[in-house]
């Protein structure tokens, strides 16, 4: 399945552009993508989950993800679904921000295996205003900008809007244009807000470069209650772990509606779908495991496996364990953990990284890790969708397993529900 059939079939998708061609250039490895980040904080919070796993994702379907980092349009501030203008910030505060920021995405991208992180002050900082309105500001119109979502909010309000956040659309735009000057970018993703910003940014590139770029927008996510996600009582739900502890991470996960299961394990997990589905028939006991290993999985992302499994030991100390459904989410870190007790009992054999920087074919390395008595047995299990390396389903056999595979210097084999190997990578 390639990555957009995922992304929609998650859940992640409002809009997009292109439907056809957009999906031709995503069938091919290496496309490049990207999203932006505003570095009005220190950290991310949950709400900023989205725009992570979807980069995420497509770094794990072969293709190059870019954060960017907004220490440019930080100076300005973004006016989409605010209210009031935002507060300046110094070129100090947005630089500790940035540092920040990249730290929590390298839980969920690799920066050392493809991944770019971006900052558009590069480019933004030193433009010389009357070049720029002459290169860029000619390509816009006033009449379509003030019909954006975002910009008709803000000139109703009683606010209204400021001739300097006026300007970020064409920053937005400019940032588009430059990436795909620069990265061969042709994909820009963003919440529901930024459909008039990125809509722009195509529009700017086919006038600039007679090039066709695509655009993807996700929902907003809310509660099934109708509260907004990455709220809890005492506030925003923050990836650092200095403001939202693992534990109280772990906690408001664990605190999940019942009606919200299957879809955040949709969107916030990478656990098999059909695994997922499954939770649609339960109830009761089984439901309230599924909640458990939602919060492992969501914590183990953020923070780690070690600091999700201290949140989660704690959580069973205080409240009592919850019984992980036997017949679904065989996939979870939590139920291999159940089942195969502490991960150094695994069974383990080492490989050399050269041997693995051009490839390994999948089924050469199940058999390597006695998984499988022959190569004709491994593209069987493979062909039957009981092969895994990390927790992900291997696609084909053939599939060539390279370093982008290796996590904290090692990868974990399964072979149906409860046979596991590791592979230590040897550098």
Same mark, same amino acid.
């Given at each position: 399945?390639? %990555?957009?059939?995922?992304?929609?079939?998650?859940?992640?998708?409002?809009?997009?552009?292109?439907?056809?061609?957009?999906?031709?250039?995503?069938?091919?490895?290496?496309?490049?993508?990207?999203?932006?980040?505003?570095?009005?904080?220190?950290?991310?919070?949950?709400?900023?989950?989205?725009?992570?796993?979807?980069?995420?994702?497509?770094?794990?379907?072969?293709?190059?993800?870019?954060?960017?980092?907004?220490?440019?349009?930080?100076?300005?501030?973004?006016?989409?679904?605010?209210?009031? #203008?935002?507060?300046?910030?110094?070129?100090?505060?947005?630089?500790?921000?940035?540092?920040?920021?990249?730290?929590?995405?390298?839980?969920?991208?690799?920066?050392?295996?493809?991944?770019?992180?971006?900052?558009?002050?590069?480019?933004?900082?030193?433009?010389?205003?009357?070049?720029?309105?002459?290169?860029?500001?000619?390509?816009?119109? &006033?009449?379509?900008?003030?019909?954006?979502?975002?910009?008709?909010?803000?000139?109703?309000?009683?606010?209204?809007?400021?001739? &300097?956040?006026?300007?970020?659309?064409?920053?937005?735009?400019?940032?588009?244009?430059?990436?795909?000057?620069?990265?061969?970018?042709?994909?820009? #993703?963003?919440?529901?807000?930024?459909?008039?910003?990125?809509?722009?940014?195509?529009?700017?590139?086919?006038?600039?470069?007679?090039?066709?770029?695509?655009?993807?927008?996700?929902?907003?996510?809310?509660?099934?209650?109708?509260?907004?996600?990455?709220?809890?009582?005492?506030?925003?739900?923050?990836?650092?772990?200095?403001?939202?502890?693992?534990?109280?991470?772990?906690?408001?996960?664990?605190?999940?509606?019942?009606?919200?299961?299957?879809?955040?394990?949709?969107?916030?997990?990478?656990?098999? #779908?059909?695994? &997922?589905?499954?939770?649609?028939?339960?109830?009761?006991?089984?439901?309230?495991?599924?909640?458990? %290993?939602?919060?492992?999985?969501?914590?183990?992302?953020?923070?780690?496996?070690?600091?999700?499994?201290?949140?989660?030991?704690?959580?069973?100390?205080?409240?009592?364990?919850?019984?992980?459904?036997?017949?679904?989410?065989?996939?979870?870190?939590?139920?291999?953990?159940?089942?195969?007790?502490?991960?150094?009992?695994?069974?383990?054999?080492?490989?050399?990284?050269?041997?693995?920087?051009?490839?390994?074919?999948?089924?050469?390395?199940?058999?390597?890790?006695?998984?499988?008595?022959?190569?004709?047995?491994?593209?069987?299990?493979?062909?039957?969708?009981?092969?895994?390396?990390?927790?992900?389903?291997?696609?084909?056999?053939?599939?060539? %397993?390279?370093?982008?595979?290796?996590?904290?210097?090692? #990868?974990?084999?399964?072979?149906?529900?409860?046979?596991?190997?590791?592979?230590?990578?040897?550098?």
């Amino acid at each position: 399945m390639g %990555v957009l059939e995922i992304l929609k079939e998650r859940g992640f998708i409002e809009k997009q552009t292109h439907e056809s061609e957009l999906g031709a250039y995503l069938s091919q490895s290496g496309a490049t993508c990207y999203i932006g980040f505003d570095p009005t904080a220190d950290s991310l919070h949950i709400g900023h989950l989205i725009p992570i796993m979807s980069l995420a994702h497509m770094q794990r379907c072969g293709h190059r993800p870019i954060a960017l980092v907004g220490g440019g349009t930080g100076m300005i501030g973004d006016p989409s679904g605010k209210t009031e #203008m935002r507060q300046m910030m110094t070129f100090k505060t947005i630089g500790a921000n940035v540092d920040g920021i990249k730290r929590q995405l390298s839980r969920f991208i690799d920066f050392e295996q493809g991944a770019i992180l971006a900052n558009n002050a590069d480019w933004l900082a030193e433009l010389a205003y009357i070049p720029f309105l002459r290169d860029i500001g000619r390509h816009f119109s &006033i009449n379509r900008m003030i019909k954006a979502e975002s910009y008709r909010q803000r000139i109703e309000s009683e606010e209204g809007l400021s001739f &300097i956040e006026f300007n970020y659309m064409l920053l937005q735009s400019y940032d588009f244009f430059k990436l795909f000057d620069t990265y061969d970018c042709r994909l820009q #993703m963003g919440g529901s807000d930024q459909w008039g910003n990125i809509v722009s940014g195509i529009d700017l590139v086919r006038k600039k470069r007679q090039k066709t770029v695509f655009g993807i927008t996700f929902p907003l996510i809310t509660k099934s209650d109708g509260s907004k996600m990455g709220k809890s009582a005492s506030g925003a739900v923050w990836l650092d772990p200095l403001k939202t502890s693992p534990y109280a991470y772990y906690q408001f996960w664990i605190n999940t509606d019942d009606r919200d299961v299957a879809r955040f394990l949709s969107l916030f997990t990478f656990l098999p #779908m059909p695994e &997922i589905k499954a939770l649609e028939q339960v109830s009761g006991a089984d439901l309230n495991g599924a909640k458990a %290993v939602l919060a492992f999985e969501a914590t183990a992302l953020a923070h780690g496996q070690q600091a999700a499994k201290e949140a989660h030991a704690a959580a069973e100390a205080a409240f009592g364990t919850r019984k992980i459904p036997h017949a679904m989410l065989p996939s979870s870190r939590i139920r291999r953990e159940k089942m195969v007790g502490a991960e150094s009992t695994l069974p383990t054999t080492r490989i050399a990284m050269r041997e693995i920087t051009d490839g390994i074919p999948a089924y050469q390395l199940f058999l390597r890790a006695g998984l499988t008595n022959s190569a004709g047995e491994a593209r069987r299990l493979i062909g039957q969708n009981g092969a895994y390396i990390n927790e992900e389903r291997v696609s084909a056999f053939d599939l060539m %397993v390279s370093p982008l595979f290796i996590k904290n210097g090692e #990868m974990i084999l399964r072979a149906g529900k409860k046979r596991y190997h590791r592979i230590e990578i040897d550098t």
